[in-house]
């Protein structure tokens, strides 16, 4: 097994791309790149390149201040009804 290999991780049918390997409690494990989850490699198996689909990722720019702005926003909205047009409904 090397980087940059695909492999399958044959319980879930997990393939992705090895993007590092480790040794720990005498186990050997890879990480791949779909779940950016360790792997048991003893579970791994190569897979072919047709089953692998790369990874991208699409990061959104948030912005802290605009969404406290959007909370103040909701309860100054909330303080601020006018309930003068609402009529009362019922029978009497």
Excluded: N
Aim: charged share 30%.
């Amino acid at each position: 097994m090397q980087l940059g290999e695909i492999y399958k991780y044959m319980p879930t049918s997990t393939v992705g791309k090895v993007l590092d390997m480790r040794d720990s409690d005498g186990k050997s494990w890879a990480l791949l790149d779909f779940t950016g989850l360790w792997y048991d490699t003893s579970m791994l198996v190569p897979a072919d390149a047709s089953e692998y689909k790369e990874v991208k990722f699409k990061y959104r720019k948030t912005d802290f201040q605009t969404g406290v702005k959007s909370i103040e926003d909701i309860i100054r909205e909330k303080e601020e009804v006018d309930i003068s047009e609402f009529t009362p409904s019922g029978g009497g």
